[in-house]
């Protein structure tokens, strides 16, 4: 493939995330003008947005890309499922065994409803899964044939930690945290979606990670936030510790929990391309 069909992908790749997530907001703008809750909005807004981008997706890999959709591959592993739970309630848990305090927003009962059905569908489960189908399915992809597998790993990442930045007013260390916590998660990910041979697994662990870190459930942050229904508000105002203005997923805490998932990840393909090689050379 062309370099600039993988530049002309890779930007429409990310443009369908952008119009996809406008489109979803739009129609649930629409839902709740003619009476429909927030929450429930919410909701719909999430199912829209993964529907768009999947269609989307699929006309710009069938038709500009002339790719299979399998591209954007649906298969599943139990293994990934458990490492998606594990990794954000260990390092969530880490954080609550620091000193801090809880701190309740007061929030009432459809303003819980309305913060988490946002934070469980949109935030978590439908960005997951659209950021995974452009920067680990399509962009990745792209990348690999066109290069190598190193390549397709280090700049879908560096891609999806800068986009973080848009629209932000972040101090320059800030930005650089930003990057550095972004490009690694992303290539733990990556590694992930290349372990499994699916964007679906590193889709998961996104997705579950966005809900149960930044799900309006439970914040933790220097200061109280009052879009969380409760924020563990930490002592520390240690740059390395709270993330700073990112958050908690920048943190030192998160990055080594990224890099030990890539780890773990990268120790599995060495062992299944061995084992490989192994019975090619049995007869």
């Known amino acids: 493939m062309k370099t600039n069909k993988v530049i002309i992908g890779s930007i429409v790749a990310i443009f369908v995330l952008i119009f996809s997530q406008i489109g979803a907001q739009l129609v649930a703008s629409a839902f709740h003008l003619a009476g429909i809750s927030i929450g429930v909005c919410n909701i719909?807004?999430?199912?829209?947005?993964?529907?768009?981008?999947?269609?989307?997706?699929?006309?710009?890999?069938?038709?500009?890309?002339?790719?299979?959709?399998?591209?954007?591959?649906?298969?599943?592993?139990?293994?990934?499922?458990?490492?998606a739970i594990a990794l954000p309630v260990i390092v969530k848990g880490i954080f609550l065994l620091l000193p801090g305090e809880f701190v309740s927003s007061g929030m009432d009962k459809n303003q819980i409803f309305t913060t988490l059905s946002s934070g469980i569908v949109f935030t978590g489960i439908a960005a997951g899964l659209v950021e995974e189908m452009v920067f680990r399915g399509v962009i990745m992809s792209l990348i690999r044939e066109?290069?190598?597998?190193?390549?397709?790993?280090?700049?879908?990442?560096?891609?999806?930690?800068?986009?973080?930045?848009?629209?932000?007013?972040?101090?320059?260390?800030?930005?650089?945290?930003?990057?550095?916590?972004g490009t690694m998660v992303g290539i733990m990910f990556s590694m992930i979606a290349i372990e499994s041979d699916s964007v679906w697994?590193?889709?998961?662990?996104?997705?579950?990670?966005?809900?149960?870190?930044?799900?309006?459930?439970?914040?933790?942050?220097e200061k109280a936030n009052e879009y969380s229904v409760m924020t563990y508000v930490l002592d520390s105002k240690s740059f390395a510790i709270t993330g700073g203005e990112f958050g908690i997923e920048a943190s030192v805490i998160a990055l080594i929990g990224y890099i030990v998932i890539a780890l773990i990840a990268f120790v599995m393909i060495k062992r299944r391309t061995r084992n490989s090689l192994n019975s090619s050379l049995t007869f």
């Open 44 to 83: 719909i807004a999430g199912i829209f947005y993964i529907l768009l981008s999947y269609f989307l997706l699929n006309v710009l890999v069938s038709k500009f890309l002339k790719k299979d959709i399998r591209i954007l591959r649906i298969t599943v592993n139990v293994k990934w499922i458990i490492v």
């Open 201 to 221: 697994n590193s889709g998961i662990v996104h997705s579950i990670w966005n809900i149960i870190i930044i799900g309006g459930g439970l914040d933790i942050s």
């Open 146 to 181: 066109r290069w190598n597998t190193k390549a397709a790993i280090l700049v879908p990442s560096v891609l999806f930690a800068s986009v973080h930045l848009i629209g932000m007013n972040f101090s320059t260390l800030s930005c650089i945290l930003v990057l550095v916590a």
